[in-house]
């Protein structure tokens, strides 16, 4: 199974302030995802990435966010202006072989 | 677009009892079909798969999952449960091309009695 690692495990910010969330696979993929889980609520997609573009983003992947792959091996989140409904756990994903595996996520919590 | 529907939001179950949590879905093209189970403040972990061919798939920890095409469903189950499979499980869809979105259910939070 392979392994995502996301950085950091909990950021706390004010709202207003840019964040950046941070997905380090250890192996070479080409497929990544970002998804966000409210607290008590259901795993939502935002944004799938492949070849070094945005393949399909959701309705809540409005122009606050964005992504990108800076040195080839990161894959990074961006909030421009965080509100305090972004509030939620972050997870970055990989897909291999029509699968996609989940980093242990990022808490952020706006205040 | 595909949409999954998870009846039961909590499940109690009696230690080394059997269990089932149920998934239907709904798509209008084919679709390839995940369990994910995610322990207290952890990640989500791939529990199971169906993309094709035995319509009964096993997983890990004892899993397993039926898919049933026409009655739309997915359920999840296993014939004596532990202590520690207490944990939320989602199912989740995705389109049949493959490495697109995975659209989950509101999941079923399994409560395992000693």
């Known amino acids: 199974e392979p392994e995502v690692t996301q950085t950091p495990s909990h950021q706390v910010t004010q709202m207003g302030q840019e964040v950046i969330l941070r997905c380090v696979p250890i192996?070479?993929?080409?497929?990544f995802y970002w998804y966000r889980q409210i607290l008590g609520q259901k795993v939502e997609f935002l944004v799938s990435?492949?070849?070094?573009?945005?393949?399909?983003k959701s309705e809540i992947f409005d122009d606050q966010f964005s992504v990108e792959r800076p040195d080839g091996s990161n894959f990074t989140l961006k909030i421009r202006s965080t509100k305090l409904e972004d509030s939620a756990m972050y997870f970055c994903?990989?897909?291999?072989?029509?699968?996609?595996?989940f980093g242990p996520g990022t808490r952020l919590t706006v205040t | 677009a595909q949409s999954v529907t998870q009846l039961d939001s909590q499940v109690p179950v009696f230690e080394e009892a059997p269990v089932e949590l149920r998934c239907n879905y709904s798509?209008?093209?084919?679709?390839?079909l995940f369990w994910y189970v995610q322990y207290p403040n952890q990640g989500l972990q791939l529990l199971l798969k169906?993309?094709?061919?035995?319509?009964l798939v096993k997983g890990i920890n004892g899993f397993e999952a039926e898919f049933n095409k026409s009655q739309t469903s997915f359920h999840l189950r296993k014939p004596s449960v532990h202590i520690s499979d207490t944990a939320e499980y989602f199912c989740?869809?995705?389109?049949?091309?493959?490495?697109?979105?995975?659209?989950f259910g509101t999941g079923t939070r399994l409560t395992i009695i000693p």
């Open positions: 169906y993309l094709s061919g035995s319509t």
């Open positions: 994903a990989i897909g291999q072989s029509y699968e996609q595996y």
């Open positions: 192996s070479n993929h080409l497929y």
């Open positions: 990435f492949y070849n070094n573009e945005i393949s399909e």
């Open positions: 798509s209008s093209v084919s679709v390839y």
């Open positions: 989740a869809v995705t389109g049949g091309l493959g490495n697109e979105k995975l659209t």
